[in-house]
């Protein structure tokens, strides 16, 4: 029977995936990583290609991952320095830690598809135009009103903030 | 195939509607410690193996299956004995409503006016946004913020929260047997969607996942794998496999330690004995070299060390041995 799926002809040397699991080998408690990597399968009825996961074990000798670390693994080439049949790679580095983003580009945090500077940006700027002024209790409804377009106005002119906030928009480096 | 035949505790009436059927719907969960999903397994790790030990198990099974209701809901917020505030802030009711909260003219106005615009005389509808802001302005990142995660999860909390106070107050008022279910099933469909943004949060940023939990006093939990032990025998048996291998890991740690602690003291022993012979070993030495001064055979206060001139001896030697076989004389004095 002609099966439809042609599985990937890419060689698993070199793969990224998500650690699932943490386990030990043997007496001296070596600690390994479940990695869930995923590698795509061509249809070729459909012309299309479709992801499928794939669990490896790798060995973790530095204890470099954590559960739910996105981690780059490397096969181990050399049957003699596999631990057991099992294991057949080996963690490379850690790519994104679980919990803590950076992008390998820019080297800066990155939460929620924003950069922490950004974010910290926006932050400080909703505080010092609109907090502050409505904090200050004896001023009316209106004064209040005036200062924060005042500092709003301040603010716009500054360069710091037009190129932050030119930089934002366009989400440029 | 008759599903009905294969879960023994469970009757066939829910499973013919497509709902879970629960073994016990009606236990009610008040010990914050089950919210813990391996909290039963841990009890039963604790049992001792004496003749009690299955009749124990059983006890503990079927506190799990009937508890398993109540912590699909509770086991969510760490307020499961809470029917007091239900966890929601509480609010100075003398401030003004929040359609009014920025009007001028109410600072100055008499105490009497002031009154009727509080939310002491508000509507429901005003304290609950006043809840869902205290818990919103705790977490967000600032006032402007409408997207993040932080402010979702809020919004949920003081949902999940406020409409739980409003079904025991239904429930209540109403006498009835069963709860608003048009609102209890809203409750389960937000609890669910606070799970996902609260994993969504863990993901991205950890702290700030930390810090609403405990800002909030949200219980995240990660979800068990449904169990492969479906009836409380094959449990039984899992949990007891899993008793004696820690038993037994016990016990050889136990075991490896005295040894450990065995060889260190007979060590020093043997290490002292030692001593005691090399010494002896040394004395006796002294002694033949002493024995053999006074017989002529060796001689004293000898400096340096002999080194005989191997080669030409050797070269001798082995010239004697290939002409006639006889070893070459030693300047030894016969005995």
Known sequence: MRRAIQESAVKTDVLLGRVVKMSQIGIDRIPCAQVRCQRNEFNTYLKMYFSRSFDYWAIDRGQLGNLGDTVMIRNIDDLSQRPTAAVTHKIDRVVFQYGNVIDPVTGKRVINDDFMDDIELKKKLVHDVLETPAEQESLLFAERRALQRQLLENAQKDDDFREAAKAIENKTL | ?335
Not at chain 2, 147 to 164: D, N, Q, Y
Request: aromatic content about 6%; overall charge positive; hydrophobic content about 35%.
């Open chain 2, 1 to 335: 195939m008759n599903l009905a035949s294969k879960r023994l505790i469970h009757t066939t009436t829910g499973l013919a509607r497509g709902r879970h059927v629960y073994f016990n719907k009606h236990k009610m969960v008040t010990d914050p410690a089950k919210q813990d999903p391996d909290y039963f397994e841990k009890m039963a790790r604790t049992l001792p193996l004496d003749d009690n030990y299955i009749d124990q198990l059983k006890k503990i099974y079927d506190d799990k299956i009937g508890s398993e209701r109540d912590l699909t809901m509770k086991a969510s917020d760490n307020l499961v004995a809470d029917k007091i505030t239900y966890g929601l802030p509480q609010l100075d009711l003398s401030k003004p409503r929040p359609p009014y909260s920025y009007v001028d003219s109410l600072k100055d106005a008499p105490e009497s006016v002031r009154k009727i615009f509080s939310l002491e005389f508000g509507t429901r509808r005003d304290v609950t946004s006043e809840w869902k802001r205290v818990m919103i302005e705790s977490v967000n990142h600032h006032t402007l913020d409408n997207s993040s995660l932080e402010k979702k999860i809020a919004l949920c909390t003081a949902l999940i929260r406020h409409w739980s106070m409003i079904v025991d107050e239904i429930f209540a008022k109403n006498h009835r047997p069963r709860k608003p279910s048009w609102l209890t099933h809203r409750i389960w469909l937000v609890i669910g969607q606070r799970r996902r943004l609260l994993r969504e949060l863990r993901e991205i940023n950890e702290e700030s996942f930390q810090r609403v939990l405990k800002e909030l006093k949200i219980a995240y939990h990660v979800q068990k794998q449904p169990e492969h032990v479906k009836t409380r025998k094959a449990w039984s048996e899992a949990q007891l496999l899993l008793r004696i291998q820690e038993e037994k890991e016990k016990r050889l740690e136990e075991l490896h330690q005295s040894y450990i602690k065995e060889r260190e003291e007979k060590m020093v022993e043997m290490n002292e004995r030692k001593k005691e012979l090399e010494k002896e070993k040394i004395d006796i030495e002294q002694r033949m070299k002493e024995l053999l001064i006074l017989e002529g055979k060796a001689t004293d206060n000898v400096v340096g060390e002999y080194h005989p001139s191997l080669v030409g001896n050797m070269t001798e030697t082995v010239v004697h041995s290939m002409l006639f076989y006889h070893p070459k004389p030693d300047m030894v004095r016969n005995n």
